[in-house]
């Protein structure tokens, strides 16, 4: 029983430090925007090469974090509600696979900015349309796609927390609303196609999402779950 609790504690930590790595696309979100809100993007992309394989890199490192949250968390999970902890999972590694397109996306358009800066002039128009689809790519698989993901995989999850009481309801309670009003806040930017970080109000409704994630990776790392609530589980699963 001990080594079980000690496992569940150590899973705890992983799973908090991994919430917190998850934050690193939004440090790629705001180091990208200046140079691909600039009118000559495809140049400025080879003028800052270092800053933007940052920038991807921060992107690869959010979505292999983001999968990982769910994966460490399906053994505690399916304790309670086996379903919709395995789909927690699926949605969460559909979000890695789109956050790696969005990575891709911007890579390849580094790669066409190296292209532009070869060509004459006449040439490196014709380039435009491409670098404008690639942009078009990292909007929807990053800013739309990978956020559905996001949502309803975080929402399963949440929705298994405030169930089982593994962490306190008001900080579940709160992760299903903040949840709700980010996917809302996706699907304005899906319909209306603004980008959120562009200063739209759209990004106010998810902040609360974000001021969660940061306060239950903390409190995963230093409280972890409930102890009553894992020894319970386990005193269950032991007598069957």
């Not at 270092?50 to 994966?71: R, T, Y």
């Not at 009481?165 to 309670?173: D, E, N, T, Y």
């Amino acid at each position: 029983m001990i080594n079980k609790m000690n496992s569940d504690r150590k899973t705890s930590i992983i799973v908090g430090v991994l919430f917190l790595i998850g934050f690193a696309g939004a440090f790629s979100a705001i180091l990208m925007k200046p140079i691909l809100d600039d009118p000559n993007y495809l140049i400025k992309l080879t003028e800052n090469k270092n800053l933007v394989m940052l920038g991807a890199f921060l992107q690869l490192v959010m979505a292999f974090a983001v999968a990982g949250i769910a994966i460490w968390l399906y053994p505690i999970l399916r304790k309670y509600n086996e379903g919709l902890a395995l789909g927690a999972v699926g949605f969460r590694i559909i979000e890695n696979v789109f956050q790696i397109v969005a990575a891709l996306g911007l890579l390849l358009l580094l790669t066409l900015s190296q292209e532009v800066v070869k060509a004459d002039a006449l040439t490196a128009s014709n380039f435009q349309i491409i670098g404008s689809l690639l942009l078009a790519v990292r909007f929807w698989a990053s800013l739309v796609l990978a956020q559905i993901g996001f949502c309803l995989g975080a929402l399963m999850y949440y929705y298994v927390f405030y169930q089982s009481k593994l962490i306190p309801r008001w900080l579940s309670g709160w992760g299903i609303v903040a949840i709700i009003l980010h996917l809302t806040s996706v699907f304005l930017t899906m319909f209306l196609q603004i980008d959120p970080f562009s200063g739209s109000p759209i990004i106010f409704l998810s902040i609360p999402i974000g001021l969660q994630e940061l306060t239950l990776a903390v409190w995963l790392i230093v409280k972890g779950f409930d102890p009553s609530v894992i020894a319970s589980a386990s005193a269950k699963i032991d007598m069957n």
